[in-house]
């Protein structure tokens, strides 16, 4: 798991961070990213599709105990 504390959100860290694993990505033949987020964490889904990304799937969890 990656994530900007609140302090450093919104300085453009995230977007880097990102262009960096995208260079490591090419270097080792990387195929695919995929990345995570809450279902309401809205400011990261806009960054993820400004950087290309698309919606994959909708995953479901249930607590057991």
């Given at each position: 798991?990656?994530?900007?504390?609140?302090?450093?959100?919104?300085l453009?860290?995230?977007?880097?961070?990102?262009?960096?694993?995208?260079?490591?990505?090419?270097?080792?033949?990387?195929?695919?990213?995929?990345?995570?987020?809450?279902?309401?964490?809205?400011?990261?889904?806009?960054?993820?599709?400004?950087?290309?990304?698309?919606?994959?799937?909708?995953?479901?969890?249930?607590?057991?105990?």
């Amino acid at each position: 798991d990656l994530g900007i504390d609140k302090p450093f959100r919104r300085l453009g860290i995230a977007k880097k961070l990102m262009q960096k694993a995208y260079a490591f990505g090419k270097l080792n033949k990387v195929k695919y990213f995929f990345l995570s987020s809450g279902s309401k964490n809205n400011v990261a889904h806009t960054l993820f599709k400004k950087e290309g990304f698309v919606p994959l799937n909708i995953v479901f969890v249930k607590n057991n105990i």
